[in-house]
């Protein structure tokens, strides 16, 4: 699991290789993300958006921008946390995610980025 915290506001993301719905034989490699999200702040935020830069072993570069996450934009009050799971597909069996969430503090309606930290996709039998 990987961890950054950005204007109080802490992101940690854990990944799972999905062999059941992977197919290598065809360049396809399914990944799930776990995505835990803290705010360490005094006032709610509310989650706009998320921008992803996805990278391929094979250099590759992908970029997908959307509003919230999972169709949700959801408010995060201080103290509490926000989970969601989603997934990526990868040409490679190794790869990796970053990116950053737009937020809004729902006090003032001030925008700021939350990074999203960069998260390793590697298929298990590679760590060998």
Not at 2 to 25: F, L, M, R, W
Not at 80 to 91: A, D, I, T
Not at 97 to 109: A, C, P, V
């Amino acid at each position: 699991m990987v961890t950054t915290i950005t204007d109080g506001v802490k992101v940690s993301v854990e990944t799972i290789y999905q062999p059941e719905y992977s197919n290598p034989a065809n360049d396809h490699f399914m990944f799930a993300y776990k995505v835990k999200i803290e705010n360490m702040g005094t006032y709610a935020v509310r989650l706009l958006g998320r921008h992803w830069y996805i990278f391929d072993s094979n250099g590759a570069k992908r970029e997908v921008e959307g509003e919230g996450v999972v169709g949700q934009q959801p408010v995060i009050e201080p103290g509490q946390v926000h989970e969601y799971v989603s997934g990526c597909n990868l040409k490679t069996d190794m790869g990796s995610m970053k990116g950053e969430y737009q937020m809004s503090r729902l006090m003032d309606d001030q925008l700021f980025n939350v990074q999203i930290p960069e998260f390793y996709l590697i298929a298990p039998y590679r760590m060998n």
